[in-house]
T-cell receptor, first 113, second 113 residues
Framework: QQQVKQSPQSLIVQKGGISIINCAYE??????FPWYQQFPGKGPALLIA???DVSEKKEGRFTISFNKSAKQFSLHIMDSQPGDSATYFC????????????WGAGTKLIIKP | DTAVSQTPKYLVTQMGNDKSIKCEQN?????MYWYKQDSKKFLKIMFS???????INETVPNRFSPKSPDKAHLNLHINSLELGDSAVYFC????????????FGQGTRLTVV
């Protein structure tokens, strides 16, 4: 019940296309859902995050869509660029667990020029 | 200014040795973490620590121990290194338990030969 399932494991998108990465969770107590971006040789960096009181959050070309009833959330990258090529992780946390993050397995995204 | 810095970036050592990885954060955060990232990029939390509580992932061997001389530092000591300890280790910090995002260091690639 503590798991966060992320898909796909890898994704190849043409430059200018939309990249979509999905995550699903079981525990309805999760109340914070961040996405992290990791480039080779670097640590994960917080990209965008959402709380369950909203269904969508947009920051530039990055959008989180959140479906509370389906217990799913997704990251959309519009106008994908080669510089977006990285590994993306979704995560979730529960207030009662002192907000310790539960991580998805990661998606390796490659944007083809 | 580097927010979370860890040293060394690379560490190659022989089986059976004892080694330490240092981590410092200048964000004023009250919680620090150690993560292990395996070759498949999966992130596994090892420890979370603030001035009140050390939470240990029960799957982490007791050869691994965190040491915090002060709020801004959390070092990782590893005794009797094994081949399976080879991985990238990340230090991270957050305010509270990560409910507002965790900030990661650049990682230490540990290779045990």
């Amino acid at each position: 019940q503590q798991q966060v399932k992320q898909s796909p494991q890898s994704l190849i998108v043409q430059k200018g296309g939309i990249s979509i990465i999905n995550c699903a969770y079981e525990n309805t107590a999760f109340d914070y859902f961040p996405w992290y971006q990791q480039f080779p040789g670097k640590g994960p960096a917080l990209l965008i995050a959402i709380r369950p009181d909203v269904s969508e959050k947009k920051e530039g070309r990055f959008t989180i869509s959140f479906n509370k009833s389906a217990k799913q959330f997704s990251l959309h990258i519009m106008d994908s660029q080669p510089g977006d090529s990285a590994t993306y992780f979704c995560a979730a946390s529960i207030r009662d667990s002192n907000y310790q993050l539960i991580w998805g397995a990661g998606t390796k995204l490659i944007i083809k020029p | 200014d580097t927010a979370v810095s860890q040293t060394p970036k690379y560490l190659v050592t022989q089986m059976g040795n004892d080694k330490s990885i240092k981590c410092e954060q200048n964000l004023g955060h009250d919680t620090m973490y150690w993560y292990k990232q395996d070759s498949k990029k999966f992130l596994k939390i090892m420890f979370s620590y603030n001035n009140k509580e050390l939470i240990i992932n029960e799957t982490v061997p007791n050869r691994f121990s965190p040491k915090s001389p002060d709020k801004a530092h959390l070092n990782l000591h590893i005794n009797s290194l094994e081949l399976g300890d080879s991985a990238v280790y990340f230090c991270a910090s957050s305010q509270g338990g990560g409910g507002t995002g965790a900030f990661f260091g650049q990682g230490t690639r540990l290779t045990v030969v």
